[in-house]
């Protein structure tokens, strides 16, 4: 169970990938704006006051982006200690804002949207925070953004909340960032089998690849099957993967065929998410909108492609 963990590769110089701007335009516009009826689209990850754009343009960006349902991810107390990077991590380093104003927004437009918690992970009150919001309808933890220990008590202080309340955890795993230490994660896993947990961010998606450096943020190279990421996926059945953002777009544009055959083998693992700051929801300055593109190109069947984009978030967070 444990034979993914491996030495790690030697350092190579750090690589930034700017997917955002890539030439590959997405041919999918909403058919919110044409007024058409279009399949159903759950996208699990946004944020409110993302980059500072208001809630207004929020709800505009998705209703472009064809998402019938988005869950909205909020950031953790402001709190100038090490897990923040004494505070430049607040508000999810994006200027995201917190769980009052995500569940305010929810539950002014229920049909839109849902809403999570978040908070501070090592934060003397974080179990405390969470069961309030998990009380009034959260639907999940997260996006865990902080540096702590991914198998660490502070996570299975949040393990345990939502256990008791059986709602999924999202991380963000970056390394020497966020959530340290994915070779490690399996831990938590095996620790809370009744949790599900939904693995996001450059470190996740970069160990698709067994030969995969921790330092590179956005790989280009070809990628060898069997990397952390994947045989998580496979031996666990309580991890799930978040495909959005530049990270999730990357792990299926750097190798096409790869792409391919990972989205078959995890067909049931895999979740849409937009993470996407832009306030036009659509073409080519859109990452969402070029990740839909992207899944429903590279998906091999219909049914792969109706699962990564709304059935298995359905089931997941049972909307």
Not at 51 to 58: A, E, G, P, V
Not at 171 to 180: I, P, T, V
Not at 289 to 296: A, E, G, L, N
């Given at each position: 169970m444990h034979s993914f963990l491996m030495k790690e590769s030697a350092p190579l110089p750090r690589r930034q990938f700017l997917v955002a701007g890539t030439t590959t335009v997405a041919t999918a516009q909403s058919n919110f704006a044409k007024g058409e009826t279009a399949a159903p689209i759950i996208d699990i990850h946004q944020h409110t006051g993302y980059?500072?754009?208001?809630?207004?343009?929020?709800r505009k960006h998705q209703q472009r982006l064809g998402a019938t349902k988005?869950?909205?991810?909020?950031?953790?107390?402001?709190?100038?200690?090490a897990s923040t990077h004494n505070g430049s991590s607040n508000g999810l380093a994006a200027h995201a804002l917190g769980n009052e104003t995500s569940m305010q927004l929810a539950k002014a437009f229920p049909n839109e949207f849902c809403f999570g918690v978040n908070e501070v992970p090592d934060d003397p009150n974080v179990q405390k925070t969470l069961e309030k919001y998990l009380k009034a309808g959260a639907v999940v933890i997260g996006e865990q953004k902080f540096k702590v220990q991914c198998d660490s008590p502070h996570i299975w202080k949040i393990a345990e909340v939502a256990k008791e309340y059986d709602v999924p955890v999202l991380?963000?795993?970056?390394?020497?960032?966020?959530?340290?230490g994915i070779e490690n994660f399996y831990k938590t896993l095996e620790k809370f089998p009744e949790v599900n947990f939904i693995g996001h961010a450059q470190t996740w998606w970069g160990n698709i690849d067994l030969c995969h450096t921790q330092e590179v943020m956005y790989p280009r190279s070809k990628v060898v099957a069997g990397g952390i990421t994947d045989q998580l996926l496979r031996n666990y059945p309580n991890i799930y993967g978040d495909l959005s953002a530049g990270s999730g777009l990357n792990s299926m544009r750097r190798d096409e065929g790869h792409a391919q055959e990972f989205l078959e083998r995890h067909q049931d693992k895999l979740l849409y998410g937009s993470d996407c700051w832009d306030s036009a929801g659509q073409s080519r300055g859109c990452l969402g909108?070029?990740?839909?593109?992207?899944?429903?190109?590279l998906s091999k069947t219909q049914q792969i492609e109706r699962k990564l984009l709304h059935d298995n978030a359905k089931k997941l967070f049972k909307l």
């Open positions: 980059l500072f754009r208001s809630n207004k343009q929020l988005t869950i909205l991810l909020p950031a953790g107390s402001v709190a100038n200690r991380m963000h795993f970056e390394h020497n960032r966020y959530n340290l909108t070029t990740s839909q593109d992207t899944i429903r190109r």
